[in-house]
């Protein structure tokens, strides 16, 4: 669709006519400031389509204040070739003449070709609405709503779809969505969202689950029914026939007959045990015959035996009493060498007393003659002690004192020298013959002296000279001097010595002295360590002893050469004394032997007459022989008795009383049985009687088939339910699955346009569309990776972007579809920032280059770049 | 001569578990209804004796009530009720008649007929000789007793009995209970009156099964009759008349659709059908969903005009035209889904598919017809 012309006149801004000619195919930029009527030329176009004419409600289009106006719109535009115009006035004069290609359609008939041609709708009453406009509301931007995408989409939505529709080569439904929710309602009432039952559905499975239990137990019961039937059946045959039969009365003639049967063979069998007893009887007699009979056999043999006894006795006794003299000869022999052996042993005893004697004898003369010599010993050393002892206290000196005297000559040297050092030198040399006196004594010649003390030095006939020696030393020299020749001579005195060498002689002797008599009182200790008064007593025991010792020997006889020894003498004592004693017990032994010997001959002698005695009475012949006869007789009845016994015994075994037992209880318990079974039997033909006709009064399988009618009714309408649940669910599933894949084959081309303007506007952005086409997530590509920003959250200036470029797509969309596009921009973008201005300015040529676009606005600084001339609208009015 | 009327297979006390509640109880009903107008003809026709072979009742458990409702029922007609048991109702030790006659609900007319023994009705100039099931099956021919057993000279002998005749229906029958076919012959019967086979039927002339008086399955081999046999003179051939006595025929019907006209036939031919009728449809062959619709109305209809309708539409292909979904407004993706369910009715899950097709177009019709005015 392009259009060509527009023209209005008496219409708001516009009393005189306006008309713009030469419309560009692609972008037509109109500029003009504030209130120069872009928006009236916007209205203008707006009114000669939506508005009916006859509409009353389009008085805003009259000039202010010219109530008599007609306002008229004539538009010129080509649509496939075909030229169309349109004249429409409104209110004064009530005009729509729609001329395509020289066919006239006037009024309504002219307004519903343009409502069909570009899909829109007249309001029913009053003025044209947004909700009316359709796909030119989409397309057709009013000033200031450039952000708005929702409302006009959904308005244009029916149109949109029937239009896209047809190019998808898919017919959409228009009844789609109801039925869906009618579908998804009808199926709530059988199924829950996950698919479980309810309501009726639900109702109708548990009435099933109810009747199948009860129509169970009901089949259960007639089974039971008809088992007891037959039961009912058998036990009546069962008992017709036990009554024919009468089995137990045979049983118990059985047992009678057993019975019978069983006493005849208990007498028997007592006969049987009385024959038994004799026979026992019997054995036990012969049993006595027989130990009787041996008693006299026993007798005769024991007399034999006691005449052996004796015999035996009277020989033992015989050869003890032969024994005894040998016996008697023995013990004396060994007294007499017991006897001697204790005389050699005396004799041996004696020589060696003696021989001890003599070695002690010895012993003592040599003590004897050492002790002597110690003596003599002992008694010169004590004598030369006595004499060094004398000596030693004659003398005797202090070792200190000798010490001190020596520290004191010592010292006393020390001082000479000190004071001849200290001392004035008094040279003297005089000439020969002279001389002088030096303190008072004459000196001649050369001397020297030494003055430790003033001297005088008298000169004769010159007087004297006095020398003074100087300083203290001197004098104090002299006086230590002094005082130690006063300690010397003290200690000198008190030595008893005249000097210091004569003291340390004296010290010297002594010590000597010393050890000599250390050396002789050890000595003296050696010879006589308990001194001499106990050496001489010693002495003198000693000399007593050996008298004595030399007397006892003489007393003891000499010894000879061949002698025994004591240790011999004393063994051969020993043996003798036990052969002694042996030959003596030996001959005890044997008299002991020999009075029991006597004992046993005389009481085997006895018994031999008693029992002898016994044997030689005169009726024991006659007894024995009357046993005799006895045992034959009792033999005899013995065996007539056990032939007799096992006869019968085979009788009995061959009756079997225990087997005729057992038939007796056999046939008597059978009876009972048979009795008992029926008396049960009785007893349970009244009870299953009773049973079936309680049972069989309530119908049972009348019920159960009622029952059964009933449960089959309720599994049909469950079935019936269950199919139509999932038949809905089936429906449901596949609806929504269509619809879905509907929507999105419409989706797809939108937003393939989508995304190409998006390129433009926001590198690698993308536009998502809800199933209503309606921009829902722009999703970009930022630094920290995708970012989705919901379109109703966006900027109002990415927002108006963001819709005009979702306006351009459905443009090309409709396009595709063969669909008129007009694109009418009444200041738009008005809040898109430089760098997105510049970027729209792209988008918006892009769409140039396919749909007719006018733009309007006022700031047209930001349009000069559109590649078009601008039209003023100002001029337009000149 | 003689007259008598033979019936069998009376069944009562019989559920109908496949019917609507209603129907269930009218059907069950219908069983006994039926007693009282043979009772009413046997007066009418002045017979000698009802002959009753055997599957009176069809459960031995039956209830009190349906019991006496049974005996009451047979009250119009005071001649002798000759009845056997059959194998539903065999004399047992323990059986639904001896639970009769405990109640005292057997009048004196009934003849029980429960143990095989010659019943004379030396007045009326005939014996019976029944051959009562004792147990639920049985292998011998129960019947072979009648050779020998002796009957006074003169009468008529006629035997009762409940089985299947060996060699014409063996397979058939719903139980084994042999009869020799030869029976009559060797027995020298003037009539062998049969039960167990739910038609009536002639087996020769002197053997008939009467079949049951009331039709109660699907079979169409002549059910719903009773026999009125007039028997001229011992060893005369007898005349055997079937009189209808049944109130509700059933019947069975297979249709193929195939072309529209097809559905008009099939409703006109719906509508030939008797009133009272039980009526089975089973429909293959496809259909459009405007012509489901149709069909629905039309069985509805028929359902209100019949004793009972069921019919089975399982075989019924649901065939969506460009036209059904015109008409429905199915466009867009919802024609889809009514193309993708109409190819699936033939595969695994084609039943839950056929439905959600059914729904899907009650839905949008409903909505057109509401969207009309919109």
Redesign the interface.
Same mark, same amino acid.
């Given at each position: 669709m392009r259009l060509l012309r527009l023209k209005a006149e008496q219409l708001r801004q516009f009393r005189d006519p306006v008309e713009i000619r030469d419309l560009e195919p692609g972008i037509n930029l109109f500029i003009g400031p504030n209130e120069s009527g872009k928006t009236t030329l916007v209205r203008a176009i707006r009114a000669a389509f939506f508005e009916r004419h006859k509409s009353s409600s389009v008085n805003d289009l009259q000039p202010w204040g010219d109530s008599a106006a007609a306002p008229t719109v004539e538009l010129d535009f080509e649509w496939q070739g075909q030229s169309w115009k349109l004249v429409k006035s409104f209110l004064k004069k009530k005009l729509c003449d729609l001329t395509v290609d020289g066919t006239v359609y006037s009024g309504d008939e002219g307004e519903e070709r343009l409502s069909n041609l570009l899909g829109y709708e007249y309001a029913g009453k009053g003025a044209s609405q947004q909700k009316h406009w359709g796909i030119p509301g989409l397309l057709w931007v009013e000033q200031g709503s450039g952000e708005e995408i929702q409302g006009p989409v959904e308005f244009a939505g029916e149109h949109l779809k029937a239009a896209l529709g047809g190019n998808l080569g898919e017919v959409t439904s228009s009844r789609g969505d109801a039925l869906i929710n009618q579908v998804a309602a009808e199926r709530a009432k059988l199924l829950t969202a996950t698919g479980k039952t309810t309501g009726d559905y639900a109702k109708a499975i548990a009435e099933v689950d109810r009747l199948q239990e009860q129509f169970e137990a009901l089949q259960d019961r007639v089974r039971q029914y008809r088992e007891q039937v037959d039961r009912l059946g058998q036990l009546r045959e069962e008992k017709a026939r036990a009554e024919t039969d009468r089995l137990w009365e045979s049983y118990r003639q059985q047992a009678k007959d057993a019975e019978a049967r069983l006493a005849e063979v208990m007498a028997w069998q007592r006969d049987q045990d009385r024959d038994q007893q004799a026979l026992e009887e019997c054995q036990t007699s012969i049993q006595t015959t027989l130990e009787l009979l041996n008693g006299f056999q026993d007798k005769q043999t024991e007399l034999a035996r006691r005449e052996e006894e004796k015999g035996e006795a009277e020989q033992k006794q015989a050869d003890l009493e032969t024994r005894k003299p040998g016996h008697e000869k023995a013990v004396a022999e060994a007294g007499q060498a017991h006897k001697a052996a204790r005389k050699t042993l005396k004799l041996a005893q004696q020589h060696q007393q003696r021989k001890e004697l003599a070695r002690e004898l010895q012993g003592i003369e040599a003590d004897l003659e050492s002790d002597t010599a110690k003596l003599a010993r002992a008694r010169e050393l004590h004598s030369v002690l006595l004499e060094n002892r004398q000596k030693q206290q004659s003398l005797e000196i202090d070792p200190q004192a000798v010490e001190r005297l020596k520290g004191v000559t010592s010292e006393l040297d020390h001082l000479a020298i000190q004071q001849d050092a200290v001392a004035t030198r008094l040279q003297i040399d005089l000439t020969d013959d002279q001389s002088i006196t030096l303190n008072g004594e004459r000196v001649v010649g050369r001397s020297e002296h030494l003055l430790i003390e003033p001297g005088e030095v008298a000169i004769e006939g010159v007087g004297t000279l006095r020398v003074l020696p100087g300083g203290e030393d001197v004098a104090e020299i002299a006086r230590a001097r002094q005082n130690l020749t006063d300690d010397q001579e003290s200690l000198l005195s008190r030595l008893r010595v005249t000097s210091l060498a004569e003291a340390e002689g004296r010290l010297k002797q002594l010590q000597e002295l010393k050890q000599a008599i250390q050396r002789d009182e050890s000595l003296l200790k050696e010879s006589a360590p308990e001194g001499l008064e106990a050496l001489s007593d010693r002495l003198r025991l000693r000399q007593a002893r050996k008298d004595e010792l030399a007397s006892q020997i003489q007393a003891l006889p000499e010894q000879d050469d061949n002698s025994s020894p004591l240790s011999l003498a004393e063994a051969q004592l020993e043996s003798a004394q036990q052969v002694l004693e042996s030959a003596e017990a030996a001959r005890q032994k044997l008299t002991g032997d020999l009075s029991l010997a006597e004992q046993a001959l005389n009481r085997a002698k006895q018994e031999w007459e008693r029992l002898n005695n016994e044997l030689q009475a005169p009726d024991r012949k006659q007894r024995e022989k009357q046993a005799s006869d006895r045992l034959i007789e009792l033999r005899l009845k013995e065996s007539g008795l056990k032939e007799r016994l096992a006869e019968r015994e085979k009788q009995i075994d061959q009756a079997q009383p225990d087997v005729l037992e057992q038939d007796f209880e056999r046939f008597n318990k059978s009876a009972d049985a048979a009795e008992q079974q029926q008396e049960n039997r009785n007893r349970d033909l009244i009870k299953i009687q009773a049973f079936l006709e309680a049972a069989g009064a309530e119908g049972l399988e009348e019920q159960s088939a009622e029952l059964e009618t009933e449960l089959d009714r309720a599994n049909r309408r469950r079935r019936e339910l269950e199919r139509r649940a999932k038949a809905l669910d089936l429906l449901l599933t596949r609806l929504t699955e269509h619809r879905l894949e509907l929507t999105r084959q419409l989706q797809a081309p939108l937003q393939r346009h989508l995304n190409r303007y998006l390129q433009l506007l926001f590198p690698e952005a993308s536009l998502t569309v809800d199933e209503n086409l309606i921009p829902e997530v722009l999703i970009r590509q930022g630094l920290g990776g995708e970012e989705r920003g919901k379109f109703e959250e966006l900027s109002f200036g990415a927002r108006e972007q963001t819709a005009l470029v979702s306006r351009l797509a459905y443009a090309d969309l409709l396009l595709e579809a063969g669909r008129p596009t007009l694109i009418i921009l009444d200041d738009a973008l008005v809040h898109s920032d430089a760098e997105r201005l510049i970027a729209m300015k792209r988008v918006l040529y892009d769409a140039g280059q396919r749909h007719q676009m006018l733009l309007f606005t006022c700031h047209p600084d930001n349009w000069r770049d559109m590649g078009v001339i601008a039209r003023d609208v100002e001029e337009l009015k000149g | 001569m003689s007259r008598f009327l033979h019936t069998a297979d009376w069944q009562v006390?019989?559920?109908?578990?496949?019917?609507?509640?209603d129907d269930?109880v009218a059907l069950a009903e219908a069983r006994l209804s039926v007693i009282e107008r043979i009772a009413d003809l046997a007066s009418e026709e002045a017979v000698d004796a009802v002959l009753v072979a055997g599957d009176v009742f069809?459960?031995?458990?039956?209830?009190?009530?349906?019991i006496r409702r049974l005996f009451n029922a047979m009250s119009p007609y005071t001649g002798p009720w000759i009845l056997i048991p059959g194998n539903h109702d065999a004399a #047992?030790?323990?059986?639904?008649w001896t639970?009769a006659q405990?109640l005292g609900a057997v009048p004196d007319n009934a003849h029980l007929a429960l143990r095989p023994k010659v019943l004379e009705f030396a007045e009326a100039g005939f014996a019976v000789l029944p051959a009562p099931l004792t147990q639920r099956h049985t292998q011998t021919d129960l019947t072979g007793w009648f050779d020998q057993a002796e009957t006074p000279l003169g009468l008529l002998r006629i035997g009762l009995a409940h089985g299947s005749v060996q060699g014409i229906l063996a397979e058939e029958v719903d139980s084994p209970n042999p009869i020799a076919a030869n029976r009559a012959d060797t027995a020298r019967l003037d009539y062998l009156a049969l039960g167990d086979w739910h038609g009536s039927k002639e087996i020769s002339l002197r053997v008939w099964y009467s079949g049951t008086p009331e039709q109660d399955r699907f079979k169409g081999n002549d059910p719903g009759n009773v026999l009125l046999v007039d028997i001229p003179k011992a060893g005369a051939e007898p005349r055997v008349e079937i009189r209808p006595t049944g109130q509700h025929p059933w019947i069975q019907m297979t249709e193929r659709l195939a072309v529209s006209s097809d559905l008009d036939q099939l409703i006109a031919k719906l509508e030939q059908q008797p009133e009272k009728a039980v009526v089975a449809l089973r429909l293959e062959g496809e259909i459009t969903l405007l012509g489901k619709q149709q069909l629905e109305g039309s069985l509805s209809v028929a359902e209100a005009r019949f004793r009972s309708l069921r019919y089975d539409l399982s075989d019924l292909s649901l065939l969506a035209t460009d036209e059904d979904i015109a008409a429905l407004?199915?466009?867009?993706?919802?024609? &889809?889904?009514i193309s993708?369910?109409r190819d699936e009715q033939n595969g695994d899950?084609g &039943?839950?598919?056929r &439905?959600?097709m059914?729904? #899907?177009a009650s839905? #949008?019709l409903e909505?057109q017809a509401v969207?009309g005015d919109a």
């Open positions: - | 006390g019989r559920q109908y578990s496949n019917f609507a509640p269930a069809d459960a031995q458990t039956v209830s009190d009530r349906t #047992l030790a323990e059986s639904v639970r405990r407004h199915a466009d867009g993706y919802v024609g &889809e889904v993708e369910l899950a &039943e839950i598919a &439905e959600a059914a729904i #899907l839905m #949008l909505k969207g």
